[in-house]
């Protein structure tokens, strides 16, 4: 890891201090984790907000990376928080880095089943031995592919298990309703319901979850039925957060924009196609046009650089360093002068020769790279030279 980084935990706020302690809690923990300063911030209702826990660790940092502690991408990760980071990027002297959401992990699939467990225990019911039904209850949203990812995380709870069946349902926004889902699960006469809330702290809607499984165990007495813990501040949270750090370190953050709302006309949100994509595009490249007055001193961002070098971020390679390798070189490129575009690459087919760099148009590929070698590579590509000791093969 580069020295001077930092992360801000970017939550969503709320009204109930408690949920928001949550936040700071995981801030403070994931700070153990990592070993670097990491800042809780809010998008609304608390604070600081995001936009000033940026604004306070750029004066002491090279690097802030932004990871929204938000379960599932909606509009607050695909077009509220992007706009903050653009603004803290126009406003601190430092790099921000955006990562992605908590979305669907196999640490997130282990959790949910540990939770199921100890509802089982309390209800005296085995998944082996009984038919044990799970109702997973999200928040519900107006974005199509966010409610497609729980019935994503629903059936990799049932992958492999002995449930009975896994069931996706929700407490607002969109169907089917818990109340829905439950009354439709009686019908199977399982032994037991077991509903688990997938927020991640206890505020009102979990509240409601928990009265809405205490309400149908009322309503069937021949169905045993509770509800489970929400995810709070689990360790596997951790595990979540710092992946989703390494990725965005190594550039490797990307959205599922092919069920993207935004970006494609899915049926019933035709008029929402484009909308906070085509702003967010043209909020960051109007940037570019500016000021077109000297092109010598200021280039196009889509001009063609002198020299392209991409830079193997795929998992062998991150394993050794990629990413810290990736940063260097951008670093020295920026600190040489150079006109060259510095691109993170999906495998180059050298595994275990890594870290693998290849630059262009020059058709030198580098390997076993380390981040003390990024002034080198750098120094070489404005002299329009090559590092000898690390070529590993030219073409």
Same mark, same amino acid.
């Given at each position: 890891?580069? &020295?001077?980084?930092? @992360? $801000?935990?970017?939550?969503? #706020? *709320?009204?109930?201090?408690? !949920? =928001?302690?949550? /936040?700071?809690? +995981?801030?403070?923990?994931?700070?153990?984790?990592?070993?670097?300063?990491?800042?809780?911030?809010?998008?609304?209702?608390?604070?600081?907000?995001?936009?000033?826990?940026?604004?306070?660790?750029?004066?002491?940092?090279?690097?802030?990376?932004?990871?929204?502690?938000?379960?599932?991408?909606?509009?607050?990760?695909?077009?509220?928080?992007?706009?903050?980071?653009?603004?803290?990027?126009?406003?601190?002297?430092?790099?921000?880095?955006?990562?992605?959401?908590?979305?669907?992990?196999?640490?997130?699939?282990?959790?949910?089943?540990?939770?199921?467990?100890?509802?089982?225990?309390?209800?005296?019911?085995?998944?082996?031995? &009984?038919?044990?039904? @799970? $109702?997973?209850?999200?928040? #519900? *949203?107006?974005?199509?592919? !966010? =409610?497609?990812? /729980?019935?994503? +995380?629903?059936?990799?709870?049932?992958?492999?298990?002995?449930?009975?069946?896994?069931?996706?349902?929700?407490?607002?926004?969109?169907?089917?309703?818990?109340?829905?889902?439950?009354?439709?699960?009686?019908?199977?006469?399982?032994?037991?319901?077991?509903?688990?809330?997938?927020?991640?702290?206890?505020?009102?809607?979990?509240?409601?979850?928990?009265?809405?499984?205490?309400?149908?165990?009322?309503?069937?007495?021949?169905?045993?039925?509770?509800?489970?813990?929400?995810?709070?501040?689990?360790?596997?949270?951790?595990?979540?957060?710092?992946?989703?750090?390494?990725?965005?370190?190594?550039?490797?953050?990307?959205?599922?924009?092919?069920?993207?709302?935004?970006?494609?006309?899915?049926?019933?949100?035709?008029?929402?196609?484009?909308?906070?994509?085509?702003? +967010?595009?043209?909020?960051?490249?109007?940037?570019?046009?500016?000021?077109?007055?000297?092109?010598?001193?200021?280039?196009?961002?889509?001009?063609?650089?002198?020299?392209?070098?991409?830079?193997?971020?795929?998992?062998?390679?991150?394993?050794?360093?990629?990413?810290?390798?990736?940063?260097?070189?951008?670093?020295?490129?920026?600190?040489?002068?150079?006109?060259?575009?510095?691109?993170?690459?999906?495998?180059?087919?050298?595994?275990?020769?890594?870290?693998?760099?290849?630059?262009?148009?020059?058709?030198?590929?580098?390997?076993?790279?380390?981040?003390?070698?990024?002034?080198?590579?750098?120094?070489?590509?404005?002299?329009?030279?090559?590092?000898?000791?690390?070529?590993?093969?030219?073409?």
């Amino acid at each position: 890891m580069l &020295d001077a980084e930092a @992360v $801000v935990l970017a939550g969503h #706020g *709320s009204r109930r201090e408690k !949920s =928001n302690e949550q /936040v700071r809690e +995981l801030a403070a923990d994931l700070e153990g984790r990592l070993g670097m300063p990491v800042d809780a911030g809010f998008l609304e209702l608390a604070e600081p907000s995001i936009g000033d826990a940026i604004g306070s660790l750029a004066p002491s940092g090279s690097d802030v990376t932004v990871l929204p502690l938000s379960l599932f991408a909606a509009s607050h990760v695909k077009a509220d928080i992007p706009l903050i980071v653009n603004e803290a990027r126009s406003e601190y002297d430092v790099t921000v880095h955006s990562g992605q959401h908590l979305g669907v992990h196999p640490a997130i699939v282990e959790l949910l089943d540990e939770r199921a467990a100890a509802v089982e225990e309390r209800l005296g019911v085995d998944r082996t031995e &009984d038919d044990v039904v @799970v $109702v997973v209850c999200a928040r #519900g *949203s107006s974005d199509p592919d !966010s =409610n497609g990812d /729980v019935h994503k +995380l629903s059936r990799l709870l049932y992958e492999g298990r002995a449930f009975a069946g896994v069931e996706a349902s929700f407490i607002g926004v969109t169907e089917p309703l818990l109340e829905e889902t439950l009354h439709t699960v009686a019908k199977r006469r399982p032994d037991a319901v077991v509903v688990l809330p997938y927020m991640l702290g206890d505020g009102v809607l979990t509240e409601r979850i928990h009265d809405g499984a205490a309400e149908f165990d009322a309503d069937y007495p021949y169905v045993d039925a509770d509800s489970g813990e929400p995810l709070g501040t689990d360790e596997r949270l951790l595990a979540v957060l710092a992946d989703r750090f390494e990725e965005a370190r190594a550039g490797d953050v990307s959205m599922s924009c092919d069920t993207c709302k935004y970006k494609v006309e899915m049926d019933g949100f035709e008029e929402e196609a484009g909308g906070a994509r085509a702003m +967010l595009r043209a909020m960051t490249h109007q940037a570019a046009h500016a000021d077109r007055s000297d092109i010598d001193d200021e280039p196009h961002v889509h001009d063609a650089p002198d020299k392209h070098v991409a830079v193997c971020t795929n998992r062998t390679c991150a394993g050794d360093g990629a990413a810290t390798v990736l940063e260097r070189v951008r670093q020295a490129v920026r600190d040489h002068g150079v006109d060259a575009r510095i691109t993170r690459s999906s495998c180059l087919g050298r595994c275990g020769e890594g870290p693998n760099v290849a630059v262009y148009p020059d058709g030198v590929w580098y390997g076993d790279v380390a981040p003390d070698d990024a002034s080198r590579i750098a120094s070489s590509l404005d002299r329009d030279r090559i590092v000898s000791d690390l070529v590993s093969q030219t073409l």
